[in-house]
């Protein structure tokens, strides 16, 4: 079945360090991917949508310049958290799905915990 | 705007026994509807998903989930739970395959006892 990949799973840095995180959708190719960001025991909260070869539609309340999207090929999109802070703290998730067929579903990430010291 | 309400934050069961987990939504259009199971520290795994059709959907790992359109939920069930089926429940809408993102609800949390 469809496999997204999310790199790195794990990080820890110190404040004011920009992190990049990588989601691979590994055998299709998807149009559009999503970035979720999840606190300690809550919900998933959709961040924004990445759309390849343009730029990325935010959710409100999200900071655009925090974090930066990139959707350069149809199996890769990246996340940069920029200057993060303690409260960047989180896990974030990406997914992708069929966008040609919306009768599948989308495919998660396994996750990058995010900890900045 | 849509939304989804899992009202049990925390639920437990005995192994062997059965098992409802809640949902309700609300949606502008048709929607289309997931559980997810998601095991501490890691990524969310796909249980079972309703688009159209019978009511009534099979999962993965023996779980189950009937749409009701007139009450707005999409209940999870399992017959017998095993201890491994302890972990994070969310239930999520959208409006299918990768064309939007999804909204979650906030999960239930399933404890297992002996």
């Known amino acids: 079945g469809a496999v997204v990949s999310q790199h790195p799973s794990r990080v820890i840095c110190k404040s004011g360090t920009s992190v990049k995180i990588e989601c691979r959708s590994l055998?299709?190719?998807?149009?559009?991917m999503f970035w979720y960001r999840q606190f300690p025991k809550q919900s998933l909260m959709l961040m924004a949508t990445?759309?390849?070869?343009?730029?990325?539609?935010?959710e409100q309340g999200v900071e655009k310049d925090k974090f930066l999207i990139n959707h350069a090929s149809l199996t890769l999109s990246t996340l940069t958290v920029t200057s993060a802070h303690p409260e960047d703290s989180s896990f974030y998730i990406c997914?992708?799905?069929?966008?040609?067929?919306?009768?599948?579903?989308?495919?998660f990430g396994d996750g990058t915990r995010l900890s900045i010291l | 705007a849509q939304s989804v309400t899992q009202p049990d934050i925390h639920i437990t069961v005995s192994e062997g026994a059965s098992l409802e987990l809640r949902c309700n939504y609300s949606?502008?259009?048709?929607?289309?509807l997931f559980w997810y199971v998601q095991s501490p520290g890691q990524g969310l795994q796909l249980l079972l998903k309703y688009f159209s059709g019978d009511t009534l959907v099979q999962g993965i790992k023996g779980f189950e989930a009937e749409f009701k359109r007139s009450q707005s939920s999409f209940n999870l069930r399992k017959p017998s739970v095993h201890w491994s089926d302890a972990a994070e429940y969310f239930c999520?809408?959208?409006?299918?395959?990768?064309?939007?993102?999804?909204?979650f609800g906030k999960g239930t949390h399933l404890i297992i006892q002996p």
């Open positions: 055998d299709f190719q998807a149009t559009t």
């Open positions: 997914s992708a799905g069929g966008d040609q067929d919306r009768n599948q579903p989308q495919h």
């Open positions: 949606y502008g259009a048709t929607p289309y």
């Open positions: 990445s759309n390849e070869g343009s730029k990325a539609t935010y």
């Open positions: 999520a809408v959208g409006s299918g395959g990768g064309a939007d993102g999804l909204t």
